[in-house]
C-alpha cells in the first residue's frame, strides 16, 4: 500500500503548489486532489515532473450519474478528465455519482449510474485509466446524495463489468455508514480502486477518533492491496506534523 495526500482536504485553503513542494520534502512520492478544472494544469504538469512525484487520482468533471438526462455531460466531462489525466500521469479518476433524485426511483437510478459506467468504460479502458467510483456518507457530509452503502457500489462495479471501473473505499465515510470495515474491504478487495482515510470523529487526522488505523492498514496490506490510500482529512494540527506522524508509521 502506497500513500497519497490530498491537498485540497489536507492543505484546504493553502497555495496549492507551495503546499506539493511542501508534502514532497516531508518526503511522500503521491499526491491527489479533487478538481482539475480550476487549476494550472500546464504548471501542475511541470511541477510534479519536476518534484518527481506522482498524481495518484483526481475527480471526473459533471459526475452526476443517477440522472441520465445529464450522460452527455457526463461522457463529455469524462473525456476531458481522462485527456488531463494523460497530461498528469495519473491512473484513477474519482467518480461521485449526484443526489438522490426525488421523482426517480432508486432502481431507476441505480440503472442509470450502471448504464454511465457502461457508456464511460471503453474510454477508460483505451486509455489505460480507471474510474473509481466513491460512496459517501449521507447522515454527516452528504445529506441527500444518492450512494452510501458499499454493497450497492460494489453491485455496480460488477454490473458494469470492466477492470477499469472500480471503487474507491472511503473508510471515514463507510465507518460512518455501516461500520464492519474489514468485513465489507477484505473480501470484496479486487473491486477496490483506491482508498480514502481520515479519522472519525470530525474528519481530522486518523491519529484522532475510533479508527484503529493500524491494524485497517495491516490487514489491507495483508489482503495484497498494492494500491494508493489517499490521506483526505482536515488537520487540527499543521499538516506537517499529522503527515510526518504517518509517515514514520507507514513510510
Given at each position: 500500500m502506497k500513500l497519497s495526500v490530498c491537498l485540497d482536504a489536507v492543505y484546504g485553503g493553502k497555495d496549492?503548489?507551495?503546499?506539493?513542494?511542501?508534502?514532497?520534502?516531508?518526503?511522500?512520492?503521491?499526491?491527489?486532489?479533487w478538481s482539475w478544472w480550476d487549476k494550472d494544469v500546464e504548471?501542475?504538469?511541470?511541477?510534479?515532473?519536476?518534484?518527481?512525484?506522482?498524481?495518484?487520482?483526481?475527480?471526473?468533471?459533471?459526475?452526476?450519474?443517477?440522472?441520465?438526462?445529464?450522460?452527455?455531460?457526463?461522457?463529455?466531462?469524462?473525456k476531458a478528465s481522462i485527456e488531463t489525466a494523460r497530461q498528469l500521469d495519473c491512473r484513477s479518476l474519482i467518480a461521485t455519482v449526484g443526489q438522490e433524485l426525488a421523482d426517480v426511483s432508486r432502481e431507476a437510478q441505480h440503472q442509470s449510474i450502471v448504464d454511465g459506467l457502461r457508456a464511460g468504460a471503453p474510454l477508460l479502458e483505451e486509455a489505460?485509466?480507471?474510474?473509481?467510483?466513491?460512496?459517501?456518507n449521507t447522515l454527516v457530509d452528504h445529506k441527500g446524495y444518492y450512494l452510501s452503502s458499499s454493497e450497492e457500489a460494489f453491485d455496480i462495479v460488477r454490473k458494469v463489468g470492466s477492470p477499469n471501473v472500480k471503487l474507491v473505499f472511503d473508510i471515514y465515510h463507510q465507518q460512518i455508514t455501516e461500520g464492519n470495515l474489514l468485513a465489507n474491504i477484505i473480501p470484496n478487495l479486487e473491486l477496490i480502486g483506491h482508498f480514502h482515510?481520515?479519522?472519525?470523529?470530525?474528519?481530522?487526522?486518523?491519529?484522532?477518533?475510533?479508527?484503529?488505523?493500524?491494524?485497517?492498514?495491516?490487514?489491507?496490506?495483508?489482503?495484497?492491496?498494492?494500491?494508493?490510500?489517499?490521506?483526505?482529512?482536515?488537520?487540527?494540527?499543521?499538516?506537517?506534523?499529522?503527515l510526518r506522524e504517518l509517515l514514520a508509521v507507514n513510510g
Open positions: 496549492f503548489f507551495a503546499s506539493l513542494e511542501e508534502v514532497r520534502a516531508i518526503g511522500y512520492d503521491a499526491i491527489e486532489f504548471r501542475l504538469a511541470g511541477l510534479v515532473r519536476e518534484q518527481g512525484v506522482t498524481v495518484a487520482s483526481m475527480c471526473v468533471k459533471n459526475a452526476n450519474l443517477v440522472d441520465a438526462s445529464m450522460r452527455e455531460a457526463f461522457l463529455e466531462g469524462l489505460g485509466i480507471t474510474l473509481v467510483l466513491e460512496p459517501l482515510a481520515a479519522g472519525n470523529p470530525g474528519r481530522h487526522e486518523l491519529s484522532s477518533g475510533e479508527l484503529h488505523y493500524e491494524r485497517i492498514f495491516e490487514a489491507i496490506d495483508a489482503a495484497g492491496y498494492e494500491g494508493y490510500m489517499g490521506l483526505e482529512y482536515f488537520p487540527v494540527a499543521v499538516p506537517e506534523v499529522g
